[in-house]
């Protein structure tokens, strides 16, 4: 049984930054796909970022793109978003995902991701 747990949320003033960490069990994700996206009240769940195994090759959404880092360390079996210059617009809770295997191309709807964690709030003030 996988399992996921996000860590690091919280509540930051705009401009600030945070840094997510998403540590699973059960599986070895360094050959998986892992994402995270985001999920605001009222809002559909959506796609943030997302981290390719074998070459590490990332791919972003236009808000995250130039604020946002996806990361892995995968001896600890966990991933990372650093995010810097944080927008109030940021605030939701965010999901780490997986899907097993390498992706051809990183999936950025929840669909094709088997996996998923409790979430950790990111709060974003003004």
């Known amino acids: 049984q996988v399992q996921l747990v996000e860590s690091g949320g919280g509540w930051v003033e705009a401009g600030g930054s945070l840094r997510l960490s998403c540590t699973g069990s059960g599986r070895n994700l360094d050959t998986d796909t892992m994402g995270w996206f985001r999920q605001a009240p009222g809002k559909a769940r959506e796609f943030v970022a997302g981290?390719?195994?074998?070459?590490?090759?990332?791919s972003y959404s236009d808000s995250a793109k130039g604020r946002f880092t996806a990361s892995r360390d995968n001896a600890k079996n966990t991933l990372f978003l650093q995010m810097n210059s944080l927008k109030t617009e940021d605030t939701a809770m965010y999901f780490c995902t997986q899907r097993p295997g390498y992706s051809m191309v990183i999936p950025t709807r929840p669909g094709p991701y088997v996996h998923w964690g409790q979430g950790t709030q990111v709060t974003v003030s003004s």
């Open positions: 981290i390719n195994s074998i070459d590490g090759s990332t």
